[in-house]
């Protein structure tokens, strides 16, 4: 193994997953390197658990390869768990047992050293904020203490590799910001994090991103490289009197490429920022509609992610015209 080898926490090759005629994962690549917080982002049955099922384990790739803490993912399975936390979005909590009891199982299966098992117990309990809860049937817990503490469970035996299934999906956005804290918290002691997610703003806390769409890698960078390097278009924030009937005016526009809501305005792509600014401003000002602000800002991460969509489903339908 030379030395950028070394480096790699997760290297994947042409990675597919088939269920008889279905593809679930059509020849993924990319690598993830050691210590940094990867997400996989993508819409609900995009792809992206089925993706982390075959490198923990779970499931057998139909073909390409993979290592995982330089280990095979067909061949080495056992091995790879041994190596890594893994976390579904079902937070993998056994209910009628308490919070302590929980931890204790997942001592068990780790096979914690006896003599560490007490000092990782309390940590779970501080970092979850558990303390006074240890007691507590899991059943009767917040979606967020029940987050952490499945968290907590997944990193008892302080694995190199952290595998997060969604793991935020169903938690209200402060308890999201605070398993986030959690997250970099253990990136920064030098653990590497592969999270998936359809949640555009957190991504934005990942070092770096792999963009799923229908079973394919569509993208894979930074988010600022994401953002700077994908979307050519640009983006103008439009602030109107009611903007869901705006939307139908807009679109008619030659000038517009597509217009989505966003908050309590409108994300309209364009080819020219100037030139459509005109355009709406004039057409909104003839429909009567009140204009608070028409301006060009940087695209986010989900004005890329829908634009590349968009441009993948007009990219199909024009060889279905060929074919």
């Not at 695209?299 to 339908?317: H, Q, Y």
Request: proline share 2%.
């Amino acid at each position: 193994m030379n030395t950028n080898e070394a480096e790699l926490a997760v290297v994947v090759r042409d990675l597919e997953k088939r269920f008889g005629k279905f593809v679930a994962v059509s020849s993924v690549s990319f690598e993830v390197t050691r210590g940094e917080i990867f997400g996989f982002l993508g819409s609900n049955g995009a792809g992206k658990s089925t993706v982390i099922r075959m490198l923990v384990g779970l499931l057998a790739p139909t073909s390409g390869s993979g290592t995982v803490a330089g280990f095979d993912v067909e061949t080495e399975t056992e091995n790879i768990k041994k190596h890594i936390g893994y976390m579904s979005q079902k937070f993998s909590l056994y209910e009628d047992l308490t919070v302590e009891e929980n931890i204790n199982f997942y001592s068990g299966i780790y096979r914690i050293d006896r003599a560490k098992k007490k000092q990782r117990k309390e940590w779970v309990l501080e970092m979850a904020g558990l303390r006074d809860h240890r007691h507590s049937r899991t059943s009767i817990l917040s979606a967020g203490w029940k987050q952490r503490l499945a968290l907590g469970c997944a990193v008892l035996h302080e694995p190199e590799i952290i595998f997060l299934d969604e793991p935020t999906s169903g938690v209200d956005p402060i308890s999201r910001r605070q398993f986030w804290d959690l997250i970099n918290e253990l990136a920064g002691k030098g653990v590497t994090v592969f999270v998936t997610t359809h949640y555009m703003d957190e991504a934005e806390y990942c070092d770096r991103l792999g963009l799923m769409d229908r079973g394919e890698l569509i993208a894979v960078g930074t988010p600022g490289s994401v953002k700077a390097d994908l979307m050519k278009d640009d983006i103008l924030d439009v602030h109107c009197q009611r903007p869901q009937d705006a939307i139908a005016d807009i679109e008619q526009l030659a000038s517009v490429k597509d217009v989505a809501l966003f908050g309590r305005g409108l994300h309209v792509v364009v080819e020219n920022a100037e030139l459509a600014t005109t355009e709406i401003r004039k057409l909104l000002e003839s429909k009567s509609f009140a204009i608070e602000k028409i301006e060009a800002i940087p695209p986010t991460l989900e004005d890329v992610f829908v634009s590349l969509i968009e441009a993948r489903d007009k990219a199909m339908d024009v060889r279905k015209v060929a074919g």
